[in-house]
């Protein structure tokens, strides 16, 4: 898809091949595309907002997830361990896809 096309100030539904993604500019500048599904709920990662250390949040329980997909911040934990745990958990993290800017497009 263009780049011209996204918007690097918030998350933007894509779908691909039958797949729906979210493409999102993370604080580095550089752009990253999930599932645009959260593991928590499955709600859509589209709907939710780029924080200003450019990860990104999910509308729902606002759960936080880096460019890498692993998650970063979970509202709702009851302390600093539980959370640390829940977060390194591999169900936590949201499905990365690879993508790459050439040529004004980026590809997926």
């Keep these: 898809m263009p780049e011209s096309y996204l918007r690097a100030d918030r998350p933007t539904p894509v779908t691909l091949l039958g797949v729906p993604l979210v493409v999102w ?8 595309v999930f599932k645009d599904q959260c593991p928590h709920r499955m709600a859509p990662l589209s709907e939710g907002r780029v924080e200003s250390d450019g990860s990104l949040s999910c509308s729902y329980h606002g759960w936080r997830f880096q460019g890498s ?3 970063s911040r979970i509202p709702q934990a009851l302390d600093a361990a539980a959370e640390a745990a829940a977060c390194s958990s591999r169900r ?17």
Excluded: I, Y
């Excluded at 949201?94 to 790459?100: E, G, I, M, N, Y």
């Design 25 to 32: 500019r993370d604080g580095a500048c550089g752009w990253r």
């Design 69 to 71: 997909g692993a998650c």
């Design 92 to 108: 936590s993290c949201a499905t990365a896809f690879p993508c790459k800017v050439e040529a004004g497009m980026l590809w997926v």
